[in-house]
Structure formats: structure tokens, C-alpha cells
């Protein structure tokens, strides 16, 4: 059976959340409220404790801000000498404070910054009749380990991800058979050089697309953004070439400064505070 044919670049995504360092209207977020006293609550952004109750791992603005005013009036927090729960605010960002506009009301979703994974799809055009193996017997746990790592060793190496396909969905509990999904190679190099690396030990369904930048170049930095200030956490798109950094605010400042650094559309920002105005 037929691979699929080797496809371009996918686009670089647009940060999200972006405002300019002047903007003065209302944001909305989910966060974390923690509430250590009477005049004591912030919203935390940041890395937790697993604890009951929770804390906030990042220092200063880096992960948390003041929420001035706040008042546990009509909502139900959880018990203990430590009040804390998840709630959608709305309001002013004052650099280390969030002044809420409106009642706190219970969240009703994950933070929006919680998480997030660009989509992890194929850029490959679907072959005729399907994504299938082109040689079951290859299409296995350890041939899809081996390749991958195979991959690696390719000159031009950008990145590898799989396409999960299978129709019934794939429980947490177990790995997805890899008869059902794709498996994604990127390379700076030449694609048809890579296709045959892989295709010598992976015999399941196979994409292989062209990366703007190596896995060590986004490797390189992803170490160097690590632990920066105002940085809560950081992902690498494959697909894309980008490394996404989620921070409290995003600004159009702070991207060019990123662009500067590290080449236009390498870093892409995604801001906790989703501006309203």
C-alpha cells in the first residue's frame, strides 16, 4: 500500500491574548483563587502543589496576582483555614494585580492557559484508501519506538508526533494501537532521505513534512526561555516549528523582543488574560 507523499511546511500559528503595553480595558480569565487571609487573595497562574490546599509555586508576578477587594461573598469556596477554588474573573491588570469590574462567578471550564496542545494532526494529504500500514507486521509498539528514535539521528531532524486516529478513542490507561495512527516526522533536510530512514524499520501510517527549524535549534530555545520570568509554561509545536509560551499577559512588546531573539515566528505567546475590550 502507498505512503503518504511528502508535504510542505505547515504555517506558523499567530500568538493569542496579544495587547499593546498601553491597553487599559478588562480581561477575563480562569484562575485559581487562594485566600491566606481577610485582605490575602491571589490568582494563581502558575505551577500548583498537589496539596489541600493547593499553593502556588511561582513567586511574585511571575505566577500569581493580587486581587484586591476580594470578598468570598456568595461563592462557596473549599473549607479549611485556606480558602481556594476555580473561578472565571473579569477586570484590570495592574502589572502584580487583577482588580476585579464584576463578581467572581465559579468556573464552569479549565483555565484557558491550562494544558494547551496545538493540534497534532497530519499535514500530509490523506492517501487513497486511507491511512493504513503499508506492512502490519512493522506497525508495532517497538518499531514505532526505534523509528522515532532513528528519526532523530537523520541530519535535519525537526520533530516527531502521532496522529491519533483510532475511531473508538484511546483510554488514558493504555497506548493507541499504532495500526490506527499516523506517525509524523519533520526534517530541515531532504524529506525523501528521511521517508526511506523511517520506512526501513516503521511499516505503520507514515507522514513526513518539512520543518523551518531543527529539533536542537528549538531544544536550544526552549532551554533558554526555562525558568524566565513571567513565563508559565512552554510547548513545543512540532507541527509548526514554534515553541508556544504561555504567559500571564502577552504583549506586542514582549514579541518583538522574542522575534529579536530567537527569528519572526519561532516563538509564538499565549496570554493567560484574554482582553475583552
Known amino acids: 500500500m502507498p505512503s503518504a507523499s511528502a508535504a510542505p511546511q505547515v504555517p506558523p500559528l499567530q500568538s493569542e491574548h496579544v495587547v499593546d503595553e498601553s491597553y487599559a480595558g478588562r ?6 483563587v487562594l485566600n491566606f487571609g481577610p485582605t490575602d487573595a491571589r490568582a494563581c497562574f502558575g505551577p500548583m502543589t498537589a496539596s489541600v490546599p493547593p499553593h502556588c509555586l511561582s513567586p511574585g508576578t511571575s505566577g500569581w496576582l493580587e486581587l484586591p477587594g476580594w470578598s468570598w ?3 462557596v469556596p473549599a473549607g479549611g483555614s485556606t480558602l481556594y477554588g476555580a473561578f472565571a474573573l473579569v477586570g484590570h491588570y495592574g502589572g502584580s494585580t487583577f482588580t476585579l469590574t464584576e463578581p467572581a462567578k465559579p468556573s464552569t471550564s479549565a483555565p484557558l492557559w491550562l494544558g494547551r496542545r496545538p493540534p ?32 532523530q539521528r537523520e541530519t535535519g531532524f525537526g520533530a516527531s508526533w502521532i496522529d491519533e486516529r483510532d475511531p473508538n478513542g484511546v483510554p488514558d490507561n493504555r497506548l493507541p494501537d499504532p495500526k490506527t495512527f499516523v506517525l509524523n516526522v519533520s526534517t530541515t533536510g531532504d524529506l525523501a532521505a528521511m521517508q526511506t530512514a523511517v520506512r526501513q524499520i516503521w511499516g505503520g501510517a507514515l507522514c513526513v513534512s518539512r520543518a523551518a527549524y531543527t529539533g536542537v535549534a528549538l531544544a536550544n530555545a526552549q532551554r533558554a526561555l526555562t525558568n524566565r520570568p513571567g513565563i508559565l509554561q512552554i510547548y513545543l509545536d512540532g507541527r509548526t516549528s514554534q515553541l508556544e509560551v504561555t504567559v500571564i499577559r ?18 509564538r505567546q499565549y496570554g493567560a488574560l484574554a482582553p475583552l475590550d
Open 27 to 32: 480581561y477575563r480569565t480562569d484562575a485559581i
Open 73 to 75: 461573598k456568595g461563592l
Open 120 to 151: 497534532m494532526s497530519s499535514p500530509c494529504p490523506e492517501p487513497t484508501g486511507g491511512w493504513t500500514p503499508v506492512d502490519p507486521s512493522r506497525a508495532t509498539a517497538d518499531s514505532w519506538s526505534l523509528a522515532a528514535e532513528h528519526a
Open 250 to 267: 502577552a504583549t506586542v512588546q514582549r514579541q518583538r523582543e522574542l522575534d529579536r531573539e530567537f527569528g519572526p515566528g519561532t516563538i
